[in-house]
């Protein structure tokens, strides 16, 4: 290095964690009013730095900082956490765990609701519904027929 330029600082940078819970069986915003408070005192027990709720058309998302992962692994093992997260609206697709600010944080546009599968799903009409047009005519069907054409 030269001379009057020092080393820039290399530290620990606090990382946010988000957990996003969709709506399920029931709205999100229940799962949120039986589980903030355990998840928040869980959160400032395991050493968070920050933390913040958010509500949306889809859900809510609650998002916490830690300094070091370390912080943020304490938390995931702490026992009631890990309950509050078997108990979301929806255990098999509604929830989302990433490193990160969460809740569409710098999305262009807002998170659309996944198509409804399994017994919600409406059918399609089956073959054979729809008109059908006679290829091998010269003229298209609904027109009239050409002077000297036969059909």
Do not use: C, K
């Not at 957990?19 to 949120?32: L, M, P, T």
């Not at 938390?75 to 969460?102: C, H, M, S, T, W």
């Not at 569409?104 to 047009?133: C, K, Q, V, W």
């Amino acid at each position: 290095m030269r001379p009057g330029l020092r080393a820039p600082i290399v530290g620990g940078m606090a990382e946010w964690w988000s957990i996003e819970v969709f709506h399920g069986e029931f709205r999100a915003r229940q799962w949120q009013d039986a589980y903030s408070s355990v998840l928040t005192e869980s959160a400032v027990t395991a050493g968070a730095t920050g933390w913040e709720w958010h509500e949306h058309r889809w859900g809510v998302v609650f998002e916490v900082e830690f300094g070091e992962d370390s912080r943020w692994e304490t938390f995931r093992a702490i026992p009631a956490v890990q309950a509050a997260l078997d108990a979301v609206p929806d255990p098999v697709n509604g929830l989302l765990v990433y490193r990160g600010r969460g809740g569409g944080a710098g999305a262009s546009s807002p998170r659309r609701p996944r198509p409804t599968t399994g017994a919600g799903a409406m059918a399609l009409p089956g073959p054979g519904a729809g008109e059908r047009a006679d290829l091998t005519a010269t003229t298209p069907p609904g027109l009239p027929h050409l002077a000297g054409h036969m059909p």
